[in-house]
Structure formats: structure tokens, C-alpha cells
DNA sequence: ACCTGCACTTTCCTTCTAGGCAAGTAGTTT
DNA sequence: AAACTACTTGCCTAGAAGGAAAGTGCAGGT
């Protein structure tokens, strides 16, 4: 259940970590969820979908509800093992900041 | 011993977080160490430590050792307060993902 | 006195990225 | 046919990062 560190600068990027993040927490999460949640406009964040997909990092899903249409997102196992893989290297960098004297 | 999460993109940027994390885990450091370790030119370093200076992160201080200049950084109370808040802003984000089934 | 070297700093330039707006696409409803 | 929904793509701008090279200040050598 080890998970190498590694830091993933794709990830790393704000909006793309709260995106990332904001899809660990869910399964298939639905375009105008993400955006109002990341605040972003609709081609912002479309593009932003755009890079991870092709990252492989999610899936898309456009389905039909109904009669419209429906753009789903959800990270892929590749997506779930980077953001793991920078958790990690995150957690490593915290370790090895001597975490000292916080003032107050 | 709480110290508010502040997501803070001036220390998020991998550099400046390297830069910060490393400063962290020492006193005073040195420009050429720093240099070294982040891998960066001269140049480029200078630019991020006066980025780090005007925010009031880091203290710069320039001394002579022997003769030679020795330009010597260590992070400022603020900078370890605004670190240790980033710090805690992005585990609130780790800990809100739901760190679901990792794929080994 | 002059030139070189060290330790940075500043300037100039290029590249990359993000995001907004507006226009485009496709199917839908009125 | 026009308007609307749900995005996507193109165009553009602004900002950030980093390298190369020139600049600054002090020290030592010749």
C-alpha cells in the first residue's frame, strides 16, 4: 500500500489540485458542479478537463439525461495513483521541514 | 497550537515551496546551498528570494565571512506563520478528498 | 593603477500558462 | 426559424519563471 512519492506538477497547479481533489471525493462529478465549485468560467474549466484528460489523469463521460446533455468527470485509476504519488511527495516535503517553533 | 489553513500561492509555487521547506529545516542558509539544492541559476534564484523577501517571508542577511560576501536567508516568523498555514490548508484538502481505494 | 575574480543583482528576452470573451457546434425546445 | 442549453475552440492578454549576459561592489594579484 506503499505509494511512491512523486511530484506531479500537473497536479500541483491550484485550480487543477481542487479540481483533482474536489474528485477523489466523489465518483462522476458533474461540469457545472465542478465549475461553480472551483470558479471558474465554462472554457476555463473545459480546457482544464481537456489537460487531464490527456494526461490520463480522468475520465469523461458526455451521456444524454433526458434529453440533454450531460458532461460527467471522474479521476481515472492513472488520475487517483498521481494525486496519491503527490500527496506523498507533499507529505514528504512537510517532513522533512523541521516542522519547528510555530509562533502564535 | 491551531494555525489557520491559508491556502497561499506565493509558497504553493514548486520553487518558492522547495525554497521555503528547505528553510524550514535550518537557521540561516546559504545562497549557493540553497542555489544547489532547488537547482536553479543565480539569476533566477535572486528573483525568488527577493519575491520572498518583499512578501516578508525570509530575512536576507549579508555578511563577510573572511572577506567574501555571504548572503545567508532564513525564513521570518511571518514566513514560518504563512508556511505553516499552507501547510495546513493543503491537508485539509488531502483530508476532504475521501483517499478512497488506491489501485496498487 | 589595472585587471581579474567572486558573489550576487538587474536587465533583457523568450517561453509557458491561465483565464476571459466571443464565436462555434450540436441537439432541443418553442 | 429563433432561441436556448451545454459545452468547446479560437483569439487575445496578462503574469510568472528562468536563462544569458551585463552590471555592481569589494578584494587580490601584477
Redesign the pocket.
Known sequence: MTVEPRFDELIH????LSIVSLLTASEWA???YLRDQVG?????L??????LEEAGYVD?R?AFI??????SVRLSARGQHAFAGHVAALQEIVARAGMAVLPD
Chains 1, 2 share one sequence.
Do not use: N, V
Open positions: 497547479a491550484p485550480t487543477r458533474e461540469f457545472k471558474l468560467t465554462d472554457s476555463a473545459s480546457k482544464q478537463l481537456t489537460t469523461i458526455k433526458g434529453k440533454r446533455p450531460r458532461t
